[in-house]
């Protein structure tokens, strides 16, 4: 986007301004920092539809209606929450000033777990435009198990086929079957737990997913309040789409899963949060399902990374199969760890 451009999607702020400067460019997103006589401001483009966008910013609204620390959007002179661009979308907000918690100490973990439990129990109640386009995962889970399965299956078979295989397609031949059986044994779970029941009963109430709640789009403040930043994936699902994400993040940092560490995580959680018995049961199927080794081995033959050498993705899959395979005491303890 050129500088010229950009102050003209400014120049429909009452703002003035002092300095821009661009923190990210990705093509179909970026951000722009801009100071301004009344504080930094941040200029975020959008690549979804505005009427996605739409979605996004009234889940923005309800969660701030519900004292969930999320950064102010400046309305245009026009009164609007954003500028429609070129197949893209421009919103301005606040700046907050802080610093990225750290996961690595225990009262930061606790604070970051706490507040995404706040985020899901203040999400109850969400209702989206009519005339938005919401983002729903809900009820959907088997389906997705099942469209991954189907896709990594035809990867596997591939490599089955061709007389040479790499170091990444040995390992792949190795190991899939392990992981294919747990993407079974995942889905017929989902059969049987209350999976279904609880969609059924968030239609009523909504529950909204950020998708990424780790440190890295959370800022802890002076105040110890912790902000809670890029939510444009949010989505409408059960809470455990986010739980699940987020233990998968820590236990990857963490190089293998902790089960003491995966314990206190889930109590923290249900401090604020509370879940009933039968609804924890239904995090132990997206926990069976692979995710991490999913996601390695379809980036490799989706070639998603054409700049990362051979040698990068091998590493990677030796990590991912570590520690999806050190999560066996978590599923065989389960009953004793969820709360």
Known sequence: M????????????????VDIKQQSDKGKKAIWWIKTTDGDKVLKKHSCSSKTLEFIL???????????????????????NYIKGVNCCYVLSDAIIGNTPNEDKPQELKMIVEEL??????SRGFE????????????????EFEGQMIKLKGFYDAEMSTAKHSEFGQII???????????????AENKKSG????ALETKNTNCLCHQ???????ILTSS?????LDIDSITIDLPTRDIRKFLNKIMKKKGQWDLKLTSQILQWYNAINPLEHWKWQVLKESLIFPHLFVGIMSKYYEKREISWPEARYIERLKGMIKIEKSIGPILQDFERIIP
Not at 8 to 13: A, G, K, M, T
Not at 195 to 198: A, E, G, L, T
Request: aromatic share 14%.
């Open 117 to 122: 439990a706040r985020f899901h129990y203040a």
């Open 224 to 228: 110890k309040e912790i902000f809670v």
């Open 173 to 187: 031949i190795s190991q899939f079957p392990y992981f294919y059986k747990r993407m079974q044994l995942a889905i």
């Open 58 to 80: 009234s889940a923005v609204e309800h969660l701030k209606n519900r004292e969930v620390n999320l950064s102010n959007i400046i309305k245009t002179k026009n009164n609007n």
């Open 212 to 218: 990424d709640f780790t440190a890295s789009n959370l």
């Open 2 to 17: 050129e500088q010229e451009n950009i102050n003209l999607i400014l120049s429909q702020y009452n703002i003035d301004i």
């Open 128 to 143: 989206f435009p009519d005339d938005c386009k919401p983002r729903l995962h809900l009820g959907l889970q088997k389906e």
């Open 195 to 198: 999976y279904s029941r609880w």
